[in-house]
């Protein structure tokens, strides 16, 4: 069996402190620490030497941006079109708000023609329930005076030429009486 442990590394002591420190935080060996140290910079292609890491500034920017064309196309298409009705409905919303407030000044204009309207055509039933009161009283009024007219007539007729004056004005006294209790 071959021996794959075949190079070494010298490096100072410091950096062989600070070596220590990270295999202990992670938990590692020194060997398998510095192995995947060396597969992270290969696959990562950063350069150690780089402390600011360019490749990492720019993957931030490039996020960055994608996230603000993102914000910028949300608004392009859901904040604007919505802020443009939301204008259109608060137009819309004043225009019914003055038709509302003027169509509450014809229902109190037109409350009160109604309450005139009933006043007049109460006094209008009480003042045509007098007239067919009169009606009805210049009727019986008819039928009494032609019942008396017709009594006066009858009796005049039965009395002849020949009756006493007596007779006749209790007669005509009986119908002046009849007239008056009418």
């Not at 992270?40 to 950063?46: E, G, L």
């Not at 037109?110 to 109460?122: H, P």
């Not at 009024?141 to 006493?164: A, C, M, N, P, V």
């Not at 006749?168 to 009418?182: C, G, T």
Request: aromatic share 10%; no cysteine; proline share 2%.
């Amino acid at each position: 069996m071959e021996d794959i442990n075949v190079k070494s590394i010298r490096y100072p002591l410091a950096v062989d402190e600070k070596l220590e420190k990270l295999r202990l935080k992670f938990g590692r060996t020194k060997r398998l620490f510095f192995i995947q140290m060396v597969d992270y910079f290969y696959k990562s292609k950063k350069d150690p030497a780089d402390l600011n890491d360019e490749i990492l500034k720019k993957e931030v920017a490039n996020g960055i941006s994608r996230i603000i064309s993102f914000i910028q196309r949300q608004e392009s298409d859901f904040l604007l079109p919505t802020l443009t009705d939301l204008g259109k409905l608060i137009t819309v919303a004043n225009a019914h708000t003055k038709y509302l407030a003027a169509l509450g000044q014809y229902a109190v204009y037109d409350e009160q023609q109604t309450k005139q309207l009933f006043l007049r055509f109460t006094t209008l039933d009480s003042t045509i329930a007098k007239t067919q009161n009169h009606i009805e009283s210049k009727t019986r009024l008819k039928d009494q005076f032609s019942q008396i007219l017709e009594h006066y007539i009858l009796h005049r007729e039965s009395l002849g030429w020949s009756t006493s004056n007596a007779k006749k004005e209790e007669l005509q006294k009986h119908v002046r009486q009849s007239l008056e209790n009418i």
